[in-house]
């Protein structure tokens, strides 16, 4: 959520970012609705006079003057009727106003390339070799499912369609990738490892913004929890409604979770296989910063996020979203993709996102710069590192073999009980 006074006092800038990013937004009608919330919250005003008067209503008895007493009584009386007026006018037109707040995206970073779609999207660099083949690569579905190493079949049969049961090798490499992953953060780059629930509440979701705006994208229980879509969510809210100390910050975090999404209304080839499923496994990465930290932290977190391809000696790229691919949450985005033989194309593999206080102002998340200063919402930011079902798919089809075999690379392998094929 971004600052209240924005709106009043600057709702150019607001206008300018809506048009930058291509979304459609009543701000004409949010900016009338600060106008009259700011008009009703006069009945502040109006209880503190009454609360002046009944102070005059003792006062007056005790001095004997009772008819002054009764005028006074009736003043508050008179008072008393506007507040309640007042309060449920204010009541209603706050619900109104937060509701749509809810429903505004963030404003980019003065950095962020304009531009309509992820066609637009510079690409930053580009790292690492693609492989050389000899013969027409698979992907990663058809040789998965040749060798054994996951099930889509017998998934659907336990579940629905769109998830997937990884099988012996799949299963040991998806395990080695999340552990690789998880010994290299905690002990290179210096986060503290989580392990949350699985399950978080609607204020946890509404605290990353993923609610009201995504909700159709989630699974919810009978009992009001969602299965998380990505560890962002509890990692985002480990410090709701906390004050942190200045000298604690940064503070970093990463966690391995399952993660669950609907993905509705995603089709195409991406739908095959290990690229968009209803289920997958991966290692978030989370920051909580001072604001003056923010870029110089984000740029370190999505270089974390590329030591992990660098160790798989994967082809990858970075690129930086426009301003009409951003999503609704970040202030800026980078997205690591890596290249796919076998699909013959780019595929996402991580996206870090920073989001200034969007998201701290929704969870309460501050920090005292001093130890008597008034307290500031800090900035957070995260990133995937990484999504490991991509991340097997990219290892199967890079180190395809023309046999049909899989090499294991070498930094999978201690994980692997030395493995170096899979057949």
């Avoid at 209880?47 to 009944?54: H, L, P, Q």
């Avoid at 508050?76 to 309060?87: H, R, Y």
């Avoid at 990884?166 to 953060?185: C, D, F, K, P, Y």
């Amino acid at each position: 959520m971004i600052d209240h006074r924005i709106v009043r006092e600057t709702p150019d800038l607001i206008r300018e970012a809506l048009r930058k990013r291509h979304f459609d937004y009543d701000l004409e009608h949010l900016i009338e609705l600060e106008a009259t919330r700011r008009e009703l919250l006069r009945v502040e005003n109006l209880r503190a006079e009454k609360n002046r008067i009944s102070d005059l209503i003792g006062a007056a008895y005790r001095g004997g003057d009772r008819e002054g007493a009764e005028q006074l009584k009736a003043q508050v009386a008179e008072i008393s009727q506007q507040i309640d007026a007042l309060g449920e006018q204010l009541e209603e037109v706050e619900a109104q106003f937060e509701a749509m707040m809810l429903e505004l995206p963030n404003l980019p970073h003065d950095d962020v390339p304009e531009g309509e779609d992820e066609s637009e999207n510079p690409v930053l660099y580009e790292k690492g070799e693609a492989p050389s083949f000899d013969f027409e690569p698979l992907p990663h579905w058809v040789l998965g499912e040749q060798l054994g190493m996951f099930d889509f079949e017998r998934a659907a049969k336990m579940a629905a369609a769109r998830f997937v049961m990884n099988v012996g090798a799949g299963a040991a490499m998806e395990r080695a990738l999340i552990q690789l992953m998880l010994n290299t953060h905690t002990r290179e780059h210096g986060y503290t490892e989580i392990f949350p629930p699985f399950l978080a509440n609607t204020r946890s979701l509404i605290g990353t913004a993923t609610l009201p705006k995504f909700e159709e994208d989630q699974f919810k229980t009978r009992e009001g929890l969602y299965l998380i879509p990505t560890a962002e969510v509890p990692l985002t809210n480990i410090h709701q409604d906390e004050i942190l100390d200045a000298d604690d910050l940064p503070r970093c975090y990463v966690a391995y979770t399952a993660c669950f999404r609907r993905e509705a209304g995603s089709a195409g080839q991406e739908s095959r296989g290990l690229i968009r499923v209803h289920q997958f496994n991966k290692v978030e990465l989370m920051k909580f910063v001072k604001p003056e930290q923010a870029d110089e932290e984000l740029e370190k977190l999505t270089l974390n996020a590329e030591t992990i391809l660098q160790a798989l000696e994967l082809r990858y790229r970075r690129i930086i979203l426009c301003t009409g691919d951003m999503g609704f949450q970040p202030q800026r985005t980078y997205d690591l993709e890596v290249w796919m033989p076998g699909m013959d194309r780019w595929v996402e593999i991580s996206s870090c996102s920073q989001y200034g206080e969007f998201q701290a102002r929704r969870a309460n998340t501050r920090y005292r710069p001093e130890p008597e200063a008034q307290p500031r919402f800090v900035n957070t930011m995260n990133g995937s590192g990484l999504a490991a079902g991509r991340c097997m798919a990219a290892v199967i089809e890079n180190y395809q073999q023309a046999d049909g075999s899989i090499a294991v690379p070498d930094a999978l392998r201690p994980y692997m009980g030395g493995m170096a094929e899979i057949r």
